[in-house]
Structure formats: structure tokens, C-alpha cells
């Protein structure tokens, strides 16, 4: 009782923000690493008051930040947001290999998509069902200045996203921001997705009619909270940040081996089943019926990216890092009754990051695709379930040199990007 207490809890906290957030947060997605993260998870878990106390709590922080540093650092001469003399930056990389303009502006323009979904799947037959969510196109602009990065993106609805007749509507707050440092790269999530269409309706579902008609799954819901975190072995020689934060320049072909580790806890839930009453092959997940289902992974990943550059400026970047995860997964079934049963499993989780596109001293243009996975066994013979969350996207980024160095957000002010910046 006390587990249906807490994760009913969860799901009436979460609308409870939605809704208070929906003439404000709804339209305009922000994605600015570390902090926005802490404050929508927190947000999603305490915060049911009202979004006054969230932008309090929120310019707060802030505030501290801003001040801190200033504090920290009144030695150095110049005026309380500027440097006039700064310290060199030191370079321990392969310059013949990249550049580094984390002293200059970037200004991005973008355009990008992001979506979950899960499978359940019977491993032997080799069928699934697949449900996703009704994803939503952004453009926006954005900012970047050393370890910061701040974009601003708007749904531009209704020019593409007016399609809710044929995939039902989906409400969500979806947040990913992927960290790329020098010496290791962070992934984190914190979403919520509540609405969902079966994709593969005709091809598992007894009479289905045919065509671009799905079954539409309002009550549907998932949270899901994670990190994963990886090592780049060859980091003097391949950067990250080339690809992603468009804040340095890979002028040679590079590659590096990355060694990493994972958490991750997800959750879905329908009001019914969510395994359809009338397939076309009815024993194809043995009678299971089930509404709930909780996961939560540890894992570790290994794996290898690589960036091809052609003329210096053209650059195709792609790798794929992967290995075994434990983990438990709980099961509310409908067809027994209102029991839960659970199992420890050995598990698989991947992430996957591609891009293309052509780089230089002022200017970047390019496309990003980025996939994070996990398989997970449930107590059931031949039976698993996949997660997957990932975003896309299309970039246009301009650079140039700033007079002065600000101190709030110079890598070298901070002990933490000073050492693996």
C-alpha cells in the first residue's frame, strides 16, 4: 500500500505542476544543464504550490551563484562581472588536432525534436508492441560561453504540430541535458510524458482497420529520471565539444574509447492493460496483462566514438557505447488480481550519438542525433521491455571574440573545469 501511495502521489504532484506551468512552461522549452535540471526534478517532486515559488527559488540560486563567484575571486582586477587582466588559459591538448574558442560567444539557431517511447516485446516470436508519444517540433536560439549553455526554444504549432486527430494529444515536460567537458561527457533526464498511440496497431491487433489509424492511448503515462556519465580515454586528440557544444573546432580525424556507468528509474502506468485484450495472436505475451510497470537499472558502458574530418572542415561523427546493467522490475497485473511480482535481471542499456555537418574558426552548421536505451526482462518467460528517449537536431552557429572575459562563467574561476575542462 504504502509503494501505491507514493507513486499515485508522484503522478498528482507532477499534473498538479503541469497544470500550473501550462500558460508559461508549456510553449517554451529551456535547457540549461546542470541547474535546470536540479530544478525541474525538484520541481516535479516538492514543488505543488505555485510556479511563484519555483521562479523565487529559481532567481535565488542564481543570485548565489553570481555572487559567490564575485566573492571568490575579488583579487583579480577589473570590474564585478569582467576581467580586465586575466590569467592565460592553459592548453593541455593537441592543437594540431582541435581548437578551443571557449573565450568566445556562440549564438546558435536550432531546430529540434525530442521523444520517448517503450516496446514490449517477446523476445521468441520476435513481435512487440511499440507505443509512442505525439513528439513536438522546436526551433529556438541559443547562447554559449564556456562550460554555460542556455537555449530557448518555442512549439511552433500549429504549422507542424496539428496532428493530435491522428496520434492523440501528449502532454510533457521533458527535460535532457547532455554535458560535455573535456575528459567526460554527462547525460541527464528528468521527463514526463502522459499520452500515447500504439504505432504498430494494424500489424498486432485483430481487424484493425487500414491506414494512418492508431490506437490512441490518453491515460498512458511514464517519469523517468537518469544519468550516465562517460570517460573519454583520447580526450587530447577528440572533442566532445566540437560536435555538440560547437565551441571548439576538430580540424583532424580522432576517435577515443569511453568508459562509463549508468542509473536510471522508470515508470509507466495506464488505466487498463497495456497490453491490448484483442490481438491477433492472443498468447503472444502469455496471458499477461499488466497496467504498472516500475524499473530501476545500475549499469556500466563501454564503447568507442569516432570523428572522420574531410578538407579540414567537413566532419562525419558517430559511436556507440553499450554493456550490462542489474536491475528489478516490478509488474502490476490486472488478470490476477492487484499483486505485484518482481524480478532481479541482468540487463542491456546503449546510447548511441551520430552527427554531420561542417565546422570552422566562425562558423558550424550541422545535425545531431543522440539515443539513449535500456532492455529490461520482466517476470514473464521470453518477455522484455525496451525504453528509449533521445533527441535530434539541426544547428546554425555563429562565434566571435568578446572583449573581456566574464567572470561568472570562465572555466578557469572554477576548481571543477579548471581540472577537467
Known sequence: MVGSNINLN??????????????????????????????????????????????????????????????AHAQEKGSKWFVDNPKPLVI?????????????????????????????????????????????????????????TLNIGINYYPIINNDEDIYGPTTYLDLQSHIYLRKMNIDLYAQYYEGYYLANSGNVIND??????????????????GFNYQYVFNWKKFSYKAIYNQNEWQKKSAGSWVLGANAFYYT??????????NLKNTEL????????????????????????????????????????????????????????????????????????????????AGFSFLQQMFFNQIPSENIWTNFHTGNARIYFVYRFPIKKPLKIANPRYWKLFNKSN
Open 285 to 364: 505475451f502469455n496471458n499477461l496483462d499488466y497496467s504498472k510497470q516500475n524499473v530501476l537499472n545500475l549499469g556500466i558502458s563501454g564503447g568507442y566514438y569516432y570523428t572522420l574530418v574531410l578538407f579540414k572542415h567537413y566532419f562525419i561523427s558517430a559511436g556507440v557505447a553499450g554493456g550490462p546493467s542489474i536491475g528489478n522490475s516490478w509488474l502490476n497485473t490486472e488478470n490476477i488480481g492487484k499483486v505485484s511480482f518482481s524480478n532481479v535481471a541482468l540487463n542491456l542499456n546503449v546510447i548511441a550519438r551520430a552527427s554531420i555537418g561542417y565546422n570552422s574558426e566562425k562558423f558550424f
Open 10 to 71: 508522484s503522478k498528482m504532484l507532477t499534473k498538479h505542476f503541469l497544470e500550473n506551468q501550462k500558460g508559461l512552461l508549456s510553449p517554451v522549452l529551456i535547457d540549461t544543464e546542470i541547474i535546470v535540471y536540479l530544478l525541474t526534478t525538484i520541481s516535479l517532486i516538492f514543488m505543488q504550490s505555485n510556479r511563484r515559488l519555483f521562479f523565487i527559488f529559481l532567481a535565488s540560486l542564481l543570485y548565489f551563484i553570481m555572487v559567490s563567484a564575485n566573492q
Open 208 to 225: 484493425w482497420p487500414q491506414g494512418d489509424t492508431f490506437q490512441i492511448r490518453p491515460d498512458i503515462y511514464t517519469l523517468t529520471l
Open 92 to 148: 593541455n591538448w593537441d592543437t594540431a588536432y582541435y581548437s578551443s574558442y571557449m573565450e568566445q560567444m556562440t549564438i546558435r539557431w536550432y531546430s529540434s525534436v525530442k521523444y520517448t517511447g517503450f516496446r514490449i516485446l517477446n523476445m521468441e516470436e520476435k513481435q512487440n508492441l511499440l507505443y509512442l508519444s505525439n513528439v513536438n517540433y522546436i526551433i529556438g536560439a541559443g547562447i554559449s560561453y564556456s562550460w554555460f
Open 268 to 277: 509507466n502506468r495506464g488505466d487498463s492493460t497495456l497490453i491490448p485484450a
